[in-house]
């Protein structure tokens, strides 16, 4: 019997046309596939649980070996609607931030941004589960991802959406989550596997469709792919990837 790949993608509504894809091609036959929350598909891939992952490019580098497999990813070339920051005050006016605990890319996305744009030195503060949203005083902010972010942005006076940040501050898209594997892969496998990420890519209706829940309305789903998700890993792409990787360094 041939040893099946195992492949960790993100559960986030931004990753269903990825998960369509690989559900609806032959692929499936071929891959052990798991559904996890950004840092935990990353610390899947670390510890060599999965051999593949749609992992948070903030945690690429740290890996023994890396191989970025695909041409698609999560990323954005404008406002990217799902990682945002949050806050009842003006960001150069707050003490302390919370750190979403999902995601290690928004961590040091926010940390690039406070020192290169904002020019601001919170106090950084993990936000675990165990927290609420009474846990946030008047001059606090806390960064959200993914589906989260349309439960809760209405809460708070001030929205800060990070992907446009970083354009404002660089000039160039980003990159929040690229395909990695942990290992050689076989070139035949990966081929399959692309044009299974493509079938999703090309039938993003279809994907939304096969949602069982939807915490936000079919349109608006529509519109999110439509103008915040990016799914090309192009040239721009790949130099903010760097310059992104180079600006962590700093931290």
Known sequence: ???????????????????????????????????????????????????????????????????IISDFCIGAEGPVRTVVLLSNSPIETL??????YQSRTSVMLIKVLSNNLWKIKPEWIPYTPQHTLNDIDPYDG??????????LESKFKYRYDLAEEWIRLTGLPFVFAAWTANKQIDKTFLYSFNQSLKLGVDNIDASIDSLTALNISRLDAQLYFKNNISFDLNSKKREALKLFWSLSKEI
């Open 1 to 67: 019997m041939i040893e099946k790949i195992r492949v960790s993608a993100v559960s986030y509504l931004n990753s269903i046309p990825f998960v369509y894809g690989l559900q609806n091609s032959s692929i499936l036959e071929k891959i052990n596939l798991s559904l996890d929350y950004p840092a935990e598909c990353a610390r899947k891939l670390a510890d060599d649980e999965v051999d593949i992952g749609l992992v948070p490019v903030a945690v690429i580098p740290s890996l023994p070996y890396y191989n």
């Open 95 to 100: 003490d302390r931030i919370y750190l979403d």
């Open 142 to 151: 806390i960064v959200i991802i993914g589906d989260r972010v349309f439960e």
